[in-house]
Nanobody, 122 residues
Framework: QVQLTESGGGLVQAGGSLRLSCEGS????????MGWFRQAPGKEREFAAG????????YYADFVKGRFTISRDNAKNTGYLQMNNLKPEDTAVYYC???????????????WGKGTLVTVSS
């Protein structure tokens, strides 16, 4: 069992930046691929960004490309999501999740955090 704890959410004006963190409870965090997902009010949870266990490959949804950067520091059992040029439509609860599978999808993750709220004002 791996517990994930997100932090770094908050209220920011449009055009601003936030950095989300996801800390894993065990060193085995470093062996999992990691993803960031988000769920806006009244909408389904969706994939935002993903990264392989070793950080070599990253993946982004079209709506965050060029604005968000996913990264990880396995020595700290922590992953990150740097979010720049935030827009009001980025308002959502952001979740990190990890998986031993080769692909990162909403339905295929093994462990989830409880989420952190990001609110972007116009």
């Amino acid at each position: 069992q791996v517990q994930l704890t997100e932090s770094g959410g908050g209220l920011v004006q449009a055009g601003g930046s936030l950095r989300l963190s996801c800390e894993g409870s065990r060193r085995t965090f470093s062996t999992y691929a990691m993803g960031w997902f988000r769920q806006a009010p009244g909408k389904e949870r969706e994939f935002a960004a993903g990264i392989t266990w070793n950080g070599v490959n990253t993946y982004y949804a079209d709506f965050v490309k060029g604005r968000f950067t996913i990264s990880r520091d396995n020595a700290k059992n922590t992953g990150y999501l740097q979010m720049n040029n935030l827009k009001p439509e980025d308002t959502a609860v952001y979740y990190c999740a990890i998986t031993t599978r080769g692909i990162i999808t909403t339905s295929g993750m093994d462990y989830w955090g409880k989420g952190t709220l990001v609110t972007v004002s116009s």
